[in-house]
């Protein structure tokens, strides 16, 4: 098998060693990627170096080859999968919380991933490497719902074009805090790179990230003080809608990353209330439109009709 070869760009300025860049641009722990420097496994403008504490500039080609993953090998596990839909060129699986979707050095087991392999018996498609097979997009481990896998190759391209168009139709549910002033709306910004927390994203001027649309609806109004709301994305830019919602100043209930700190404890809050709820798309195969709901989790309609009635 061939090695993979990631190749980053550095867009902004930036003030960052490069494996801390790495690591914040890949599913890579910092520990792996030095050891990749270490092993003249990275080339900074062509030029390979061996030195983790060199600083990235703007402008930089960065490429990092991935040795062949003999020591990386994803094993399949039988997992007890929440399948919404399945053919033979692609699979919808409701995620689970705390489930991460794909292996990452260091990870390598307990992901969605490793239950696919068992459930399909190997059969997903490969245009995303070893470590990501059948993956076309992902959800936050912390974020439940609809995820579709792909089984070939041919249906991957088809998705990713389908991606790439945003012509899937993708839908959250969520609680936010504070009412919004109107029922329904569209946010549209940039989102990049928070320019102080490399980890987070953030709304950031146009030329500094990607455009980013997002519609949203109120379902229902919790405690006066909390919003069910129906999300839709335009586009699907990492953290989207956690960005946008505490752009708003109604950042989702339960994210410890774009939220407040929860002081008043809720009965049955499983941390931030983000759901893939409908996932719909033209099949690769037939090009008809199948359209997919997953359910809400439990503990989220526990906590709804509780904020209903508390």
Do not use: W
């Not at 050891?35 to 003249?40: F, V």
């Not at 596990?77 to 705390?98: G, H, T």
């Not at 953290?239 to 404890?265: C, E, F, N, W």
């Amino acid at each position: 098998m061939e090695k993979e070869i990631i190749q980053i760009s550095v867009r902004e300025e930036e003030e960052r060693r490069i494996d801390r860049f790495i690591a914040e641009h890949t599913d890579f722990s910092r520990s792996y990627v030095q050891r990749l420097i270490k092993d003249n496994q990275v080339s900074v403008n062509g030029k390979s170096i061996t030195k983790v504490k060199i600083p990235v500039s703007f402008g930089d080609e960065i490429e990092v080859i991935v040795p062949e993953p003999e020591q990386m090998q994803i094993e399949p596990e039988q997992m007890d999968l929440d399948i919404l839909y399945e053919d033979s060129d692609v699979i919808v699986v409701n995620k689970p919380k705390d489930m991460v979707v794909h292996p990452a050095a260091g990870h390598m087991k307990h992901t969605l991933v490793n239950g696919l392999l068992y459930h399909c018996k190997g059969n997903l498609s490969g245009i995303n490497g070893v470590m990501r097979p059948g993956i076309v997009h992902r959800i936050d481990k912390d974020t439940t719902g609809a995820l579709i896998v792909c089984k070939n190759d041919a249906a991957h391209q088809s998705l990713a074009e389908q991606l790439c168009k945003h012509s899937i139709t993708r839908k959250y549910h969520a609680i936010v805090h504070h009412n919004l002033q109107e029922e329904r709306g569209t946010i549209e910004t940039y989102i990049g790179r928070h320019p102080v927390d490399r980890k987070k994203m953030a709304v950031v001027p146009e030329g500094k990230g990607k455009n980013a649309i997002t519609s949203y609806e109120v379902l229902s109004h919790l405690n006066k003080k909390y919003n069910y709301i129906e999300c839709q994305l335009k586009t699907g830019r990492t953290h989207q809608i956690r960005v946008h919602m505490s752009y708003m100043k109604h950042p989702l209930l339960g994210d410890k990353v774009y939220g407040p700190a929860i002081t008043k404890p809720f009965q049955y809050l499983q941390g931030q209330t983000l759901h893939a709820k409908v996932l719909g798309f033209q099949h690769p195969a037939t090009n008809q439109y199948i359209e997919v709901e997953a359910p809400l989790p439990q503990y989220f309609v526990q906590l709804i009709e509780s904020m209903k009635t508390g």
